[in-house]
């Protein structure tokens, strides 16, 4: 029986769509079971989804899809750290670039922040304004930018096998936005003022991070690059937000 021996790039364009699969299976799976439903199936799903509560079960999902999964890919040699911006790495020239990069980057979300809250007041808010109001809130900027950065430099790596690395990247930021499409989930919290800006922003950051990563090939710039971004955008809108003073009927004019 003969064997069939697929290439570096087919195997790691097969992973990477199984994993970008898995996670719009489950996604959809998750909004269709998310109201009570009759009956012993309808009691199980709802003694999961308490003790996923009580066990913060979502993070632990979290945590082993966006770094445990690539992380066993890289270990299995499916992915070449190089392809995930992880070797080869020129920290001189990539740091000043990032710099510029993520400088030019901040001025215009911190323009387009401060006008959408200006107008939109605290319907504009961030839900992870709310990180900043705790001693350790610029942590989970942190956390979210290693998540998702670990978790896009999985789906991009195929792709700058196949597109090169300029066009690579965005063709793997695109599989990405397809992905939180076909999420039902996601559809919905577009269209919720107040929860569909972490969409939004996390949207923008991938573009920017995209960016970076086809000039300084370094996951580590983009990671602290996403983090920075992200924690100076929550900032500015908790201000701007804390500043707006509601018109009502007794409020001077």
Not at 17 to 30: D, F, I, K, R, W
Not at 102 to 115: V, Y
Not at 241 to 250: F, K, S
């Amino acid at each position: 029986m003969k064997v069939i021996r697929l290439t570096y790039a087919t195997r790691l364009l097969l992973a990477m769509s199984a994993y970008l699969g898995l996670y719009v299976l489950g996604e959809n799976m998750a909004w269709a079971w998310r109201d009570p439903r009759p009956g012993r199936l309808g009691a199980a799903i709802e003694l999961v989804r308490g003790w996923s509560r009580r066990l913060h079960l979502h993070e632990g999902v979290r945590l082993a899809y966006c770094l445990i999964i690539p992380y066993v890919v890289l270990s299995r040699g499916w992915v070449s750290p190089l392809d995930l911006g992880l070797a080869d790495l020129d920290w001189i020239r990539g740091s000043g670039r990032a710099v510029a990069i993520t400088a030019g980057s901040l001025i215009l979300l911190a323009f387009t922040w401060w006008q959408y809250a200006r107008l939109l007041g605290s319907e504009a808010a961030v839900p992870h304004v709310d990180w900043l109001a705790q001693p350790w809130g610029w942590a989970f900027a942190v956390r979210e930018a290693i998540y998702l950065e670990a978790s896009w430099a999985l789906v991009r790596s195929p792709m700058l096998l196949l597109a090169g690395p300029y066009f690579g990247a965005y063709l793997g930021l695109a599989a990405v936005y397809a992905a939180e499409l076909l999420s039902a989930r996601v559809r919905h919290e577009l269209s919720i003022p107040g929860i569909r800006e972490e969409a939004v922003l996390t949207a923008s950051l991938a573009v920017v991070t995209a960016t970076l990563f086809v000039y300084v090939h370094n996951l580590w710039l983009c990671i602290a690059a996403h983090a920075s971004l992200r924690l100076a955008v929550a900032r500015l809108v908790q201000w701007r937000v804390g500043r707006i003073v509601p018109q009502g009927p007794d409020s001077p004019a």
